[in-house]
Each structure stands twice: as C-alpha cells, then as structure tokens.
C-alpha cells in the first residue's frame, strides 16, 4: 500500500500549482522508495514541472511512499482506433475481408449497428486505458461519407473528459 503525504515544513511549501500548457495543474512529487525498472536498491523520484530530475525534493512536494516497488513508466499506445470500439456493449465478430472496400464496409455497417454514440463507447475505452496504466495515446478516428465528422467529434468528446489523465 503506498501513502501520500506533504513534504518539508508547510511553513515553506510552495502555494503556486503550474500548468501543463495551461492545461493541467502540476504539483512536484517525490515518490519515495521505488526501485526503477526493478533496480536492487530503492531510491527516491524526485518530479519537478513533470519532470523527473535530481536533487532533494521541493518544500511542498507531494510525498508517495512506493514501499520498495518497481517503477516503471506510464504506459503509451501508439496505435488505437477508439471509434471504432464497442467497449461496454455486446462483442462484435469480424468476418472476413477480401478487400479494403469490404473491410471498410463492415467498419459502416458497424457504425450504423451502434446505438451508442462514438463519444461514449470511445470515453469507455480510453477510460479504462487510463486505469490500467496509459497516460498518453495516439488515437485514430475514420472521416467518410458514411460517418461524417463523428467519429472526430466522438474522440474530441473523449479527449476533453479525460484531459485532466491523457495526452491524446
Ligand atoms: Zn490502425
């Protein structure tokens, strides 16, 4: 179990949150006892402005206690195609495909099946992604006649909901 707490003396800790591009507040974090990529001896991360650096831990910073666990990095998926998932619905078969066309006629008919709206079923997606660890994701979406902007819209729906957790 880790635990969080403040470090240094709060007479000194720093008040000021920055921003993220102006999107997203960072605090500085030290993560305390964690052994990078399963390394023997524990050591303390110290991160300032997202970044992690060296050096001792800023007043104010956030404290995780890691109790000697592994550190790894947040996980980053190059490639996913979030309007096109039924995540949290009934699963769908592929059949086969002997060309493009037929295949991009399936993704249609898909689309068409779905009562779901592409912001909802990619939210769900994306969401639990970020559960299980991916902080950031280089997400594709499917411009046609057969489906306008909405699958861009979809996605831009959910990359606004998760902001605040992934880089999108
Ligand atoms: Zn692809």
Redesign the pocket.
Known sequence: MTSRTSAADPSTASTSARADAGTRPLRDVVFRNVRPFGAREPVDLVVVDGRIGEGAAPAGADVIDGDGRIALPSLVDA???PDKTTWGGEWVSRKPAGSIAELAEQDAELFRSQRRPVGERAYGLMAHAVTRGTRAMRA?ADVAPAYGLACVEGLAEARERLKHALDV
Do not use: G
């Open positions: 490639h996913i195609h594709h």
